[in-house]
Each structure stands twice: as structure tokens, then as C-alpha cells.
């Protein structure tokens, strides 16, 4: 099994994390989001994404909002819900937790 | 020069070069059946439409107005392969292509029995037979003719019940699977229902029913010709003694044909009004119309032994006029029971009343034509 195998289902859980973070910032477009995680490790695609978020929204976890854009139909602005913002410390917390118990067991 | 094709992507137009439209509509298709148990599934889907009508109009220019098949193709491999997150447990690699993505993989391997439009002669359903039992399709259609001939035209029934009840292979993942997945009773009766009324709704039902009496027609026309060729063959081999062995079986088989015939009346009857035949109840949960389909090939199974003898006998004594507008008399009622049934069970039916009167007559004509 090829190391990039073994990692991908570690970055594709992480993918939700993510997204919470990069929501829990201003307002953003889809294709913000993707510009953004295009040059990291969780480069991904619409074909992902579009479901996930409806995934998170339906969780109650972001929520969006129409916007006007200067060419074309209006776009969905995602932003973290309250419930979201609970969620993504405690996903912080775990993440720290998780770090320690990896630094603690050494090398 | 190319064919352009105008779509609406979640509710703007765009034109596509017709290879690109082709691959797009692949694509939302292969999109759409993996999300098919998700929730979001329609939110999903409209915000993939107008991603990709967003690329799309990106393509344009004010001398530039449709999207070429290369440029679709680009946008569509910038989409990515649609996964839906409720169903990606365990399978974390997903390369895009058809075939290996984690939602496929439950039941892509499974057959599926479709009707398959490339080549159909009638509705396509030997066609789909054939690709489900992976054998040549004129075996099929054979093997079809046979038991249509053997049953009298019983199979008939059988096959229009097959003919609203297999969906067509619409898509190609239809196409890729006309090679699986068994069927469970209540998906059979909902579509059997869905495509009924859809047949009922459709301006297409009058052609088809044309082509359903042409059908029909030679069926009968087919049947006499065998019925012919049986009596020839039997009348010069038989004895004295043979013969009017013969002559008492025809009797005795149309009689108990005749008997046969009426009781399976009576039990539908029963069966709609008491929803019991002869003391025996459905089962639990079995609606009423698979009860009567039950009945009609328990009919079949039982009454084609019968005919049979009454075929091989109908030589030695001639064949009576009487017999043959007896048997033609109680066909007709069977076929206008089944009418009946369908005007009562499916609501699109009732204004296809009046039309299926007239086919009534015209089957009762051609009966006594080819064989009185």
C-alpha cells in the first residue's frame, strides 16, 4: 500500500475540520474556498465540496446566505451557525489533545 | 461543422457543442445516482449546475457563444467526481473514473433486468432478457415464440405484465447494469404502477396499442396456422379407435376449459369483492393485483394441458365452428375482465375505456374469422 493511499483517508476525515475553520472566518463563496485550499494538502474539488457543505448545513453547522454578484445569478455565502462555532472548539480541543498524545509517545 | 445543443443550468441557458453535452449530462447523471440517499440531493444538485454554468459563462465571450466540447470536458474534470458524504465510510480513494466510486460500489456488480430500447423488435423486454442471461437475444425471442404458441397466447399476459414492470435502461449506468440487482415487491409494484399510468398519460399509448393489436393479430393468425398444421399431421396417423377416443377428448377438454375459465372469474371476482377465493385469504401485505396475477397463471398452467389435448383431438372430428366460438366467446370475457380490472386499479385507464371497447371487438372479430 502506497503511503499516499494510507494518508488520503486521514486528510478526507479532516476535510470537515477544515472547512469549519476556513468558515469561521468572513463569509465565503465556494470558489474562495477552493482557491484557498487549492496550494495545501486538502486541495479538493466542487464535486466534494458542494455535498459536504450541504452535509454541514443540514447538521446545522454553517449556513449560507444569497449575494449579489457583479456577473450572473446570486451566490450562496457560507458562514459558521452558533452550533458550528461550539463544534469547531471542540474539534480544536480534540486536534490539541490528539497532538499531545503523539508528542508524548516520542519520535 | 457541429450540432449545438441548448441546456438550462439551474435555471440560465447555455449552448454546448453537442459531444460536450453529451458528457455533461454523463456526468450530472453519474452525479446524481450517487446521491441518490442523500437528503441533499436536490440542493446538491443546483449548486453543481450553477458551478458549472458559472465556468461555463467564463468561457464566453461577446464573439463567443458556445462552449466547446473540450472546454466542457475541462470543466468537468475541474468538478471533480461527486462523492456524498453520508456514504463514504471506509472507502477513502476515489479516482473519478466510472465504476470504482464508493457509492457504486454496494451494487455495481449486480445485475439488473431492464428493457433495452438498441434493437427491440417490440418493447425491448427479449432484449433486456437476453443481456440479463447473457445469451443471444434471438434465442430469446425463440424460446418467446414457443411458449406463446404452447400457451395459447397465455404468455402474452405474461409479457405485458413484464412489459410494465422492467423499466427502460434510460441512462448509461442503466445500460452498465442491465445485469442486476433482483427485484423486491413493493419496488416491482410501484414502478409496475408508475409506468401504467405513464403509459395511460402519454399521446405514445394509441400508437402502441396499434402496435399492440398488430401484435396481437399475429398472434392469432400464428396460432391458427399451428393449430392447422397439428390437425394435418394428427388426422391421417390415427385409428378408427383413436379417433373417437379423440372426438371425447375434445368434448371433455372444452368442457372442462369452459368450467376452468369460469371458475377463474369467479375466483377474481371473489377475490376483489371478498378478497378471499374459495376460503383462502392473501397473504399478509400481498396487494390484490399480484393475488390476481397469481390466479390468471394458475389458469394458464392448469388450462394449456387441456388445450393441448383438445388440439391434438381436434382433427379426427373436424373442427366445429361451435367449439372454436365457444372458446372465443369465453377469451373475450377473459379479456374484458382483465380490461375491467385495469379500469378498476388504474385511474389513467378510464378514459382509454372507450378505445379498449373497440379493440374488444376487433379481437373478437379476427378470433372468429381465423378460426370459424
Known amino acids: 500500500m502506497d503511503l499516499n493511499e494510507k494518508l488520503a483517508p486521514i486528510r478526507k476525515g479532516l476535510l470537515e475540520f477544515v472547512i469549519l475553520k476556513i468558515v469561521a472566518g468572513d463569509k465565503v463563496y465556494v470558489a474562495d474556498m477552493l482557491k484557498l485550499l487549492g496550494p495545501t494538502e486538502f486541495a479538493t474539488q466542487e464535486g466534494t465540496l458542494y455535498p459536504l457543505l450541504s452535509k454541514l448545513r443540514r447538521e446545522e453547522l454553517v449556513d449560507y446566505e444569497w449575494q449579489e454578484s457583479e456577473a450572473g445569478p446570486p451566490r450562496k455565502y457560507y458562514k459558521l451557525t452558533p452550533k458550528g462555532r461550539t463544534q469547531l472548539s471542540t474539534l480544536n480541543e480534540y486536534w490539541k489533545n490528539l497532538n499531545r498524545t503523539l508528542a508524548d509517545f516520542g519520535n | ?372
Open chain 2, 1 to 372: 461543422m457541429q450540432k449545438v445543443v441548448s441546456i438550462s443550468l439551474n435555471g440560465n441557458s447555455y449552448q454546448l457543442e453537442e459531444p460536450g453535452y453529451e458528457q455533461l449530462r454523463d456526468y450530472l447523471d453519474r452525479a446524481e445516482a450517487r446521491l441518490k440517499d442523500s437528503p441533499d440531493r436536490a440542493e446538491v444538485m443546483a449548486d453543481l449546475e450553477q458551478a458549472i454554468g458559472e465556468k461555463c459563462r467564463a468561457t464566453l465571450t461577446p464573439h463567443k457563444t458556445v462552449v466547446s466540447s473540450i472546454e466542457v470536458e475541462r470543466i468537468i474534470v475541474e468538478m471533480g467526481p461527486v462523492e456524498s458524504p453520508d456514504a463514504q465510510a471506509g472507502n477513502a480513494t476515489d479516482t473519478g473514473a466510472p465504476g470504482t466510486g464508493s457509492a457504486y460500489a454496494g451494487y455495481r456488480p449486480r445485475k439488473r433486468l431492464f428493457k433495452i430500447r438498441e434493437g427491440e423488435m417490440f418493447t425491448g423486454v427479449c432484449n433486456g432478457i437476453a443481456a440479463y442471461i447473457n445469451v443471444d437475444v434471438t434465442w430469446v425471442r425463440i424460446a418467446v415464440a414457443l411458449l406463446t404458441v404452447f400457451s395459447w397466447g397465455g404468455l402474452i399476459f405474461v409479457y405485458l405484465a413484464l412489459a410494465f414492470i422492467i423499466p427502460y435502461a434510460e441512462t448509461a449506468e442503466d445500460r452498465a447494469a442491465a445485469f442486476g440487482m433482483p427485484f423486491n415487491t413493493e419496488e416491482l409494484i410501484s414502478r409496475a404502477k408508475k409506468n401504467f399510468e405513464e403509459f395511460g398519460q402519454q399521446y405514445r399509448w394509441r400508437r402502441e396499442w396499434r402496435r399492440q393489436q398488430r401484435h396481437w393479430n399475429r398472434q392469432f393468425r400464428h396460432m391458427n396456422e399451428q393449430l392447422r398444421v397439428a390437425t394435418a399431421n394428427a388426422g391421417p396417423v390415427m385409428s378408427q379407435s383413436a379417433r373417437a377416443l379423440g372426438g371425447i377428448f375434445v368434448v371433455i377438454a372444452a368442457l372442462a376449459g369452459a368450467v376452468i375459465a369460469v371458475a377463474l372469474i369467479l375466483a377474481i371476482f371473489s377475490l376483489v369483492v371478498q378478497h378471499t377465493v374459495f376460503g383462502w385469504s392473501l397473504p399478509q401485505g400481498m396487494p390484490l393485483w399480484v393475488g390476481i396475477l397469481l390466479l390468471v397463471m394458475i389458469y394458464i398452467a392448469v388450462s394449456t394441458p387441456l388445450r393441448m389435448v383438445r388440439q391434438g383431438g381436434a382433427g379426427p372430428v373436424g373442427y366445429h365452428p361451435g367449439w372454436g366460438a365457444l372458446h372465443g366467446v369465453l377469451w373475450l370475457g377473459f379479456m374484458v375482465l382483465m380490461f375491467w380490472l385495469a379500469y378498476t386499479f388504474f385511474p389513467g385507464v378510464r378514459e382509454l375505456v372507450d378505445q379498449l371497447m373497440w379493440a374488444g371487438n376487433l379481437v373478437a372479430d379476427t378470433v372468429s374469422e381465423t378460426i370459424v
